[in-house]
């Protein structure tokens, strides 16, 4: 019996982050969803390679390895195929041998409406309609960017990094800084310093995260040989003085990050290079220029007016 999902912290991913549909999607494209319904029932039996949220799913699983008694996380498949088509989805997963089981099939249709129905702290997908549907809608999403993803087998440990301002904060702090510049927003920031931000889209899924690493404090406080799995890093733009304002909102929220960089305009990627995250979030494109990593766009806020969608602006 499946624990209660209510107790979990739950990721909801699409079939497409997940694995490599590009061949079923040109066939889709091309020929149409008759021709698509044909050639998944003809390669059934064929496994799909792995996707580019691969690696970050595969770690993400291995908590309940450790943690058998609490089960603490899931992964649930929300997809556009039909349950027909989705068979050979499922069947990937079982080849693979990941723990998923929960599942809904659309028939075409857009899955985000359910995300709150599985308690979802995060829906990825590679469909961009979708993650901005469900943005729109107040839900915690991102956009899986095309790339290309290695994944070492004998690196157990999970890192996930995230961008603060519209990411796990809200857009409060970079709409004035868009609107009225810097030098306001670091006068603004210094002024608020004691005030917590509201929480981003993705702020409940880094207070779960931390509730994960509580489970590895007590672990490794029993036995000393355990090495721990998740490592978290939020990775921003701003620098002293706005810092305090980031210190101040973890606080209040009883988080912190493993690592914390404070950049001050300099290139991210100077830090990716180095931590190597499984996956990365941030809600300005031109800091998601990496293909060896797995990038998620988070289409929130006033970093996002721009109407052109993310792979106009990937083009420029």
Do not use: C
């Not at 997809?79 to 723990?99: E, K, P």
């Not at 469909?127 to 004998?154: F, H, I, K, M, Y």
């Amino acid at each position: 019996m499946p624990f209660p999902i209510e107790d979990k912290l739950v990721i909801a991913v699409s079939s497409s982050a997940l694995f490599d549909l590009s061949e079923s999607d040109k066939v889709f494209r091309e020929q149409g969803p008759a021709a698509y319904k044909q050639f998944q029932e003809d390669q059934l039996n064929t496994v799909l390679s792995t996707g580019v949220a691969f690696p970050f799913i595969r770690r993400f699983l291995a908590f309940n390895q450790y943690f058998p008694n609490e089960s603490p996380v899931e992964v649930v498949l929300l997809s556009r195929n039909s349950t027909a088509t989705g068979r050979r989805v499922f069947r990937s997963i079982a080849h693979y041998g990941l723990d998923i089981t929960r599942a809904a099939f659309t028939g075409g249709a857009s899955p985000f409406p359910y995300i709150p129905a599985f308690n979802a702290s995060l829906f990825l997908s590679g469909n961009e309609e979708d993650v901005r549907s469900a943005v729109s809608a107040g839900s915690p999403a991102g956009l899986l960017l095309p790339g290309a993803v290695t994944d070492q087998q004998d690196d157990k440990e999970l890192r996930i990094a995230f961008d603060f301002d519209g990411v796990l904060a809200d857009d409060e702090a970079e709409t004035v800084f868009k609107q009225e510049g810097l030098e306001r927003f670091h006068e603004y920031e210094a002024l608020h310093a004691e005030k917590e931000h509201n929480p981003g889209l993705l702020a409940d899924l880094f207070r779960k995260l931390s509730k994960l690493q509580e489970l590895e404090d007590r672990l490794r406080a029993k036995n000393p040989d355990y090495q721990r799995l998740l490592r978290t890093a939020i990775i921003t733009a701003r620098n002293a003085p706005a810092h305090e304002r980031v210190i101040t909102t973890l606080k209040s929220w009883g988080v912190e990050a493993n690592e914390t960089f404070f950049l001050g305009g300099m290139d991210k990627r100077r830090i990716l290079n180095v931590l190597k995250p499984h996956i990365f979030f941030d809600d300005q494109l031109d800091h998601l220029q990496a293909k060896d990593l797995a990038m998620v766009h988070v289409p929130f806020g006033v970093a996002n007016n721009d109407k052109k969608s993310s792979s106009e602006l990937l083009q420029k």
